[in-house]
């Protein structure tokens, strides 16, 4: 699992959903929750957060992209690499924390990932919890 630290600086609702963003450093991460300021206190601007997702959920791709709806991108070096026979675990280091990755190690190999090789964690909105 992931988690990251960071601070809400912006909450945008509409009925029972929550669309949050939150900087972890240099980097901006959004969220959509279900939950408002309402059922969720902790949801106001300033506060202090953990940003949580899950290794499996983070697509890993070899530059940024504009014409993707993915929001979430956060680009670093890769830092290491744990290749098995079906499945690697690649580690992503940004300007401010790691991102784990578990992807298909056909997928690492068709991308060439290598420890110091410039990649980017994709994650959707909706794949992102929060806590206090």
């Known amino acids: 699992m992931n988690t990251l630290t960071g601070n809400i600086t912006s909450v945008e609702t509409n009925g029972s959903l929550s669309l949050v963003k939150v900087t972890v450093g240099t ?4 969220a959509i929750v279900i939950d408002t300021p309402e059922t969720a206190p902790f949801l106001t601007t300033e506060n202090n957060v953990k940003v949580i997702f ?26 290491a690499i744990e290749q ?5 675990k690649v580690v992503v280091q940004t300007d401010t924390t790691s991102i784990s990755s578990i992807i298909t190690t056909k997928a690492l190999k068709k991308l060439n990932l290598k ?12 794949e992102i919890m929060l806590s206090e």
């Open 115 to 126: 420890v110091g090789s410039q990649a980017t964690a994709l994650i959707k909105t909706n």
């Open 27 to 30: 980097n901006e991460v959004i």
């Open 84 to 88: 098995g026979v079906l499945l690697s």
């Open 54 to 79: 899950k290794e499996t959920e983070v697509v890993l791709a070899t530059s940024e992209y504009d014409g993707i709806s993915m929001q979430n991108q956060l680009s670093g070096v890769i830092e």
